[in-house]
DNA sequence: ACTGAAATCCGTAATCG
DNA sequence: CGATTACGGATTTCAGT
């Protein structure tokens, strides 16, 4: 876990990646020395694992976003699928999961012919059958989850709901 | 659509959100004050919508991911169900979904038991039923899936699959 | 582990082509 | 739209506590 310091470090930096080490510093109420030290030992320790600007797929011509769960048509037959799958510009993201299948991959195409071209494409790289779910609308994502200790904690009921307008974070009070 | 030197600072900033502009310059070959100026202007037109450090979320106490499905009780009961949704810390993304689901979310949480208080939690604030999907491994996310049409495209077969070790990415060659 | 200072490098805007 | 210039500010390192 994080030592109060770094949690704040590691958050603020999650939510502008490009914040200066300066405004670091003041945020925190470090020397700006002292915050670079740390980040860069937060990089050396792997919990910062690098640094990325966020881009609206839909600006850049990939609109279609889509989960495709993968079953494997023969699961005797081991082989390295993420390898397999993360040779596809169009994967996103790739997990292993519990249940029925056994990857989800996160997918980006240009439109619907697209997205049946990249999964014929999928189920003959890896021999896999697919389960497609078509994403509508994006409310949010690459939020970010960094608990923040220290910071001044939302009044929460004993049941986890929040009292007024705090976030649900099921943080408890101290 | 990008124009491709834009879309080799998208690629590159992609990749390494923190790049000097400096060293973006050299590598897309122009002028400091050239790729400032695109910079600000992608960020200005919503191509790039911000910067973020990649956070390893299994090196700050939540190692368990799960992707849960939400249906709701009473589909004709509407709601900001995002809404109510983002408030809670838990959940990283939030997508509106065509299938059986209305919603996709994706939570990290500390433990299975955690991941059940969320459950429940969440059950009780959108009044829906969940199914959820335990991530067993992360292959890869948030890989970035900005197309560089000017880089040396690999060679692809008629068929679109890649011939040698490239990108299986589709691309057609030009 | 943090501070403060020094040297270098970078970000930013203005100006010109 | 891109190059050059110039200055203020940021990054990075190091000695000191």
Do not use: N
């Not at 495709?68 to 397999?84: F, Y």
């Not at 890896?126 to 970010?144: D, I, K, N």
Request: proline share 6%; hydrophobic share 45%; net charge negative.
């Amino acid at each position: 876990m994080l030592e109060d310091v770094d949690a704040r470090i590691v958050a603020a930096l999650a939510e502008d990646g490009r914040c200066s080490f300066t405004e670091l510093a003041e945020r925190i109420g470090l020397s700006v020395s002292a915050v670079h030290q740390r980040v860069r030992r937060l990089e050396r320790r792997g919990v910062i694992t690098g640094y990325a600007a966020l881009v609206a797929t839909e600006q850049i011509g990939l609109p279609l976003t889509a989960f495709v769960s993968l079953t494997p048509v023969d699961p005797s037959v081991p082989g390295d699928h993420p390898a397999v799958l993360a040779r596809f510009r169009e994967i996103e993201a790739c997990w292993a999961v519990a249940g029925l299948e056994s990857y989800i991959v996160k997918v980006r195409v240009a439109s619907p012919s697209a997205l049946e071209q990249l999964l014929g494409r999928i189920r003959a790289a890896v021999a896999v059958s697919t389960r497609t779910t078509v994403v509508l609308s994006t409310a949010f994502e690459h939020r970010q989850v960094v608990p923040v200790p220290d910071a001044p904690g939302p009044q929460v009921a004993l049941d986890g709901a929040a009292v007024d307008g705090a976030p649900l974070d099921g943080s408890t009070a101290r």
